[in-house]
């Protein structure tokens, strides 16, 4: 599946406490179809919202959040990109936290089975730390096996280890599987991307860094080059899940980097959902109602 222009409704389903917040209103989705995108990202916190002892139930309550924002995408005749995000006891104890895993997507699979299959399912945000590229391969080759027992043919999105990293895209081995698309996060050069990001330690000294020389522009389309080559040699379409620039950075360097890479992911045939709607790094302004137009203009083109 080509899953076109997307955008990611981050800090929604997935916030975390004391973090950015963005309620996910019905109005958002207007917004997102109206603009010409074709794909939310709807990135959901379910550890957050799941029993710590087995069978690991997922609250009722959170379901139906979930489902809320599943129907509202589809409604729109958005597609839906559904994974499990921020879950940090996988990546620090991936033994001890494989059960528990493997259960949410059980229950995911079979509650969301018969769906349309406009609905894909990304298995894990940014796999890191412990959860190296050979322990990932091995949960995420078990987590498919478990997401096909009920949904043997909806699209399935896997991403390289170390953060869903495009150095990482190598070690990441593909199952045997005619549903898979890959997935890889974008935020290079990170000192541009991340600056003074308050959960980046130390990245108040990239403050003020720019980007768009030539040199910078040969960095992107080197970087993806190489994306687009492993997803050719593999036969597998590519999906950027996440890129985007803070909004710490300055606006016109952040739509310069950002048409950048989209054209670019684009002239390579590759997906991609912009890092996000309308929190910290948001193309939308919540407050005024109203796009942020270099960004809305850097993405969509028009
Ligand atoms: C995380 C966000 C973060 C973003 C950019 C996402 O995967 O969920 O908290 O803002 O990456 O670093």
């Not at 299959?117 to 190296?132: K, Y």
């Not at 199952?175 to 541009?192: I, S």
């Not at 990245?203 to 980007?211: F, K, S």
């Not at 912009?274 to 203009?297: H, I, K, Q, V």
Request: aromatic share 12%; with cysteine.
């Amino acid at each position: 599946m080509n899953l076109g222009r997307g955008i990611n409704f981050g800090n929604a389903l997935d916030a975390l406490d004391g973090g950015p917040r963005l309620p996910l209103e019905h109005r958002y989705f207007d917004e997102v179809a109206a603009a010409g995108f074709a794909t939310v990202r709807l990135p959901a916190r379910w550890s957050a919202h799941a029993a710590a002892t087995p069978p690991y139930t997922i609250d009722p309550a959170f379901f139906r959040r979930v489902d809320a924002g599943v129907a509202a995408a589809l409604d729109h005749g958005l597609r839906v990109v559904l994974n499990v995000h921020h879950y940090d006891g996988i990546c620090a104890a991936p033994d001890e936290h494989r059960p528990r895993f493997l259960a949410l997507w059980r229950q995911i699979a079979a509650h969301y089975a018969g769906h349309d299959n406009r609905l894909c399912f990304e298995l894990l945000n940014e796999p890191r730390g412990e959860l190296t590229a050979d322990r990932w391969n091995a949960v995420l080759a078990e987590a498919l096996a478990v997401v096909r027992e009920a949904c043997p043919e909806r699209t399935v999105i896997i991403g390289s280890a170390e953060m869903n990293s495009p150095a990482a895209l190598p070690a990441l081995a593909v199952p045997d599987d005619d549903h898979l698309v890959a997935t890889v996060h974008y935020y290079a050069p990170f000192e541009f991307t991340h600056q003074n990001a308050g959960w980046v330690a130390g990245a108040e000294r990239w403050l003020g860094r720019t980007w768009g020389s030539p040199a910078d522009e040969d960095a992107v389309r080197a970087d993806l080059a190489k994306v687009a080559a492993w997803g050719r040699d593999r036969r597998l379409p590519i999906f950027i899940g996440e890129f985007g620039a803070f909004s710490a950075a300055d606006m016109v360097s952040r739509a310069r980097w950002t048409a950048f890479v989209r054209t670019e992911a684009e002239r390579l045939g590759l997906s991609w959902a912009y890092w996000e709607f309308g929190t910290d790094f948001g193309a939308f302004d919540p407050e005024s109602a109203t796009w942020r137009e270099p960004l809305r203009r850097a993405l969509l083109g028009v």
